[in-house]
C-alpha cells in the first residue's frame, strides 16, 4: 500500500476459483483519508443540523479539551466569565450527542444551568449508551423536578458507569425521591448520591434509608434540609435500623433535618453497632446537650466515626463537656470536630480546649459563633502557639490589644463533602480544608473584639 499526503492507494488480488496460469484481476481503489472531527467541531455541526444556537460557554470550552486524557467538562452556569450563558435543554441536547462517542469526557459539571426535565432526558440518553464513559454528573441547583428525576433513576437502573450523581437543589419532591430509592436496589455501581434542597419528605427519606439496607455500593449521601413535620422522627427509627446493616456508607449529611435529641437517641442506638460510617454531619439542628451525651456516647465505643459537623446546634456548655469527655476517652479517633454557633461559654470551651491537650488525634476543631471570653481566648491561643493546634485547622486566629488577647475568624471550616470519585481529585485529605494552605488575608477576618 502506497500513501501520499491525505490520500491512500491500496490494491487486492481477486483469484476467485482460476486456475494457477490463468490471468489474476487487479484492483486499483483511490479515496481520502478524513480526519476525525474534534469535540467541538461535532457539536458545531449538530447545533448546524438541528438548528440549535450555539452556545459559546460551550464551544469555548470544548476547544479546550484534551484528547488524550480523562477529564470533567466544567460547564457550570454561576460562571462570572464574561459573556456566559447558561444552558438550556437544547444544548444539553447537542452535548449529548457528541459525546456518545467519547471516551474522554468523564464528567459533566452542570451546575447552577438552566437543565429542566427534557434536558435529564437528553443526559438519560447518554447515560444509556453502552460502555457509557460517564463517572460523574454534576447537575446542583438546575430545574429538574419529578418527571426528571425518574427518567435519570430508570436509565441508572442498567447503567454500570455513573460514580456519582448530584442533585442538590432540584425540586424532584417526595415522588422523584422514591424513584430514585427505587434505583438504589438495583444499582450497583454509584457511589455517591447527592439529594439536598430537594424537597424529600418523609416517605421518601424511609425508603432512601431501606435501599440503603441492601445496597452495599454508596459511600456518600446528602439528604439536608429535607421537609420533614413529624413531631415523631420516624426516619430517625428507621437511619437506625439501616446503621445496624450497612457496612459499607462512610459519609452522611443530616443537616437541617430538624433533628431532636430524641431522634439523637434513635441514631445512636444505631451508631453504636455501625463500624464503617467516618463523616457524621448533624449541621443546623435542634441537637441540645442531652442530644450531645448521646453522641458523645456513640464517640467512645465507636471507633469509626472520625469527622462530626454539629455546628448551629444548641449543646452549650453542658454538652461541649459530654463530647469533651468523649475526647479524651481512650481509643476515641475523632480527627475533625465543629460546634461553631452552639452557645457555648467560657466553661465548656475550656473543657474542650483540655481535651484537645489529651488527644492527640484531634486535629482540627472550629469553635467560631460561640461565647470567647479571655481565658478561652488564652487558651486557644496557647494551643496554636505550642503547635497542639494547626492555624489552618481551625477557624479562629489569636491577636493582642494592649495586652488583651482576642480571637478572629478565619474562613476556613469542615470540607462539606469528603468523599470524591471524580476524576481529577483524589479521595485524600489534607492539613487545610481550603483550596490551599497559606494563611488567611488580614481582610478576610472577623473578630472577636467588641
Known amino acids: 500500500m502506497k500513501t501520499c499526503g491525505n490520500s491512500f492507494l491500496f490494491q487486492w488480488r481477486e483469484t476467485y476459483d482460476a486456475e494457477p496460469d490463468e490471468p489474476v484481476r487487479v484492483v486499483m481503489v483511490t479515496g481520502a483519508v478524513m480526519a476525525e472531527p474534534t469535540i467541538s467541531e461535532c457539536y458545531t455541526a449538530v447545533c448546524g443540523q438541528h438548528g440549535i444556537q450555539i452556545n459559546p460557554l460551550v464551544l469555548e470550552n470544548l476547544q479546550k479539551t484534551p484528547t488524550t486524557r480523562s477529564f470533567t467538562l466544567k460547564l457550570a452556569g454561576n460562571n462570572k466569565q464574561k459573556g456566559c450563558q447558561k444552558l438550556c435543554d437544547d444544548d444539553i441536547f447537542a452535548l449529548s450527542k457528541c459525546l456518545q462517542n467519547n471516551w474522554t469526557v468523564t464528567g459533566l459539571d452542570l451546575r447552577y444551568d438552566n437543565v429542566s426535565d427534557a434536558g435529564a432526558g437528553h443526559l438519560a440518553d447518554l447515560l444509556e449508551v453502552e460502555d457509557s464513559a460517564l463517572r460523574s454528573l454534576d447537575l446542583t441547583f438546575n430545574n429538574i423536578q419529578t418527571e426528571g428525576a425518574k427518567v435519570l433513576a430508570n436509565c441508572l437502573q442498567g447503567?454500570?458507569?455513573?460514580?456519582?450523581?448530584?442533585?442538590?437543589?432540584?425540586?424532584?419532591?417526595?415522588?422523584?425521591?422514591?424513584?430514585?430509592?427505587?434505583?438504589?436496589?438495583?444499582?450497583?455501581?454509584?457511589?455517591?448520591?447527592?439529594?439536598?434542597?430537594?424537597?424529600?419528605?418523609?416517605?421518601?427519606?424511609?425508603?432512601?434509608?431501606?435501599?440503603?439496607?441492601?445496597?452495599?455500593?454508596?459511600?456518600?449521601?446528602?439528604?439536608?434540609?429535607?421537609?420533614?413535620?413529624?413531631?415523631?422522627?420516624?426516619?430517625?427509627?428507621?437511619?437506625?435500623?439501616?446503621?445496624?446493616?450497612?457496612?459499607?456508607?462512610?459519609?452522611?449529611?443530616?443537616?437541617?433535618?430538624?433533628?431532636?435529641?430524641?431522634?439523637?437517641e434513635r441514631l445512636a442506638e444505631g451508631l453504636m453497632q455501625n463500624h464503617s460510617l467516618r463523616y457524621l454531619d448533624l449541621r443546623c439542628n435542634r441537637v441540645t446537650h442531652d442530644g450531645a451525651q448521646h453522641l458523645a456516647g456513640v464517640l467512645k465505643q465507636n471507633t469509626a466515626i472520625e469527622i462530626v459537623d454539629l455546628s448551629s446546634n444548641r449543646i452549650e456548655d453542658v454538652g461541649?463537656?459530654?463530647?469533651?469527655?468523649?475526647?479524651?476517652?481512650?481509643?476515641?479517633?475523632?480527627?475533625?470536630?465543629?460546634?461553631?454557633?452552639?452557645?457555648?461559654?467560657?466553661?465548656?470551651?475550656l473543657s474542650l480546649a483540655e481535651a484537645l491537650k489529651i488527644n492527640p488525634t484531634l486535629t482540627h476543631v472550629y469553635i467560631?459563633?460561640?461565647?470567647?471570653?479571655?481565658?478561652?481566648?488564652?487558651?486557644?491561643?496557647?494551643?496554636?502557639?505550642?503547635?497542639?493546634?494547626?492555624?489552618?485547622?481551625?477557624?479562629?486566629?489569636?491577636?493582642?490589644?494592649?495586652?488583651?488577647?482576642?480571637?478572629?475568624?478565619?474562613?476556613?471550616?469542615?470540607?462539606?463533602?469528603?468523599?470524591c470519585t471524580d476524576d481529577n481529585c483524589q479521595n485524600t485529605r489534607s492539613d487545610s480544608n481550603t483550596s490551599n494552605d497559606a494563611a488567611a488575608p488580614e481582610e478576610n477576618l472577623y473578630s472577636s473584639h467588641r
Open 368 to 419: 467560631w459563633g460561640n461565647r470567647l471570653e479571655e481565658p478561652v481566648c488564652r487558651a486557644f491561643k496557647e494551643l496554636i502557639s505550642s503547635g497542639r493546634l494547626m492555624p489552618q485547622r481551625t477557624d479562629i486566629r489569636p491577636y493582642e490589644v494592649d495586652g488583651q488577647v482576642f480571637l478572629a475568624e478565619v474562613f476556613w471550616g469542615l470540607r462539606k463533602h469528603n468523599y
Open 159 to 264: 447503567n454500570s458507569s455513573l460514580l456519582s450523581l448530584r442533585l442538590s437543589g432540584n425540586k424532584i419532591g417526595n415522588i422523584g425521591a422514591m424513584h430514585l430509592a427505587s434505583m438504589l436496589l438495583v444499582n450497583r455501581k454509584l457511589q455517591k448520591l447527592e439529594l439536598a434542597d430537594c424537597d424529600l419528605e418523609t416517605p421518601s427519606v424511609i425508603a432512601l434509608s431501606v435501599a440503603l439496607k441492601t445496597n452495599t455500593t454508596l459511600r456518600s449521601v446528602d439528604l439536608s434540609r429535607a421537609l420533614l413535620f413529624s413531631f415523631q422522627e420516624e426516619w430517625a427509627v428507621c437511619f437506625s435500623e439501616m446503621f445496624r446493616v450497612n457496612g459499607s456508607l462512610v459519609e452522611l449529611h443530616l443537616g437541617k433535618m430538624g433533628l431532636t435529641d430524641t431522634g439523637m
Open 320 to 349: 461541649a463537656e459530654y463530647l469533651s469527655d468523649a475526647i479524651s476517652w481512650p481509643g476515641c479517633v475523632l480527627r475533625e470536630l465543629s460546634v461553631c454557633r452552639n452557645s457555648i461559654r467560657m466553661k465548656g470551651l
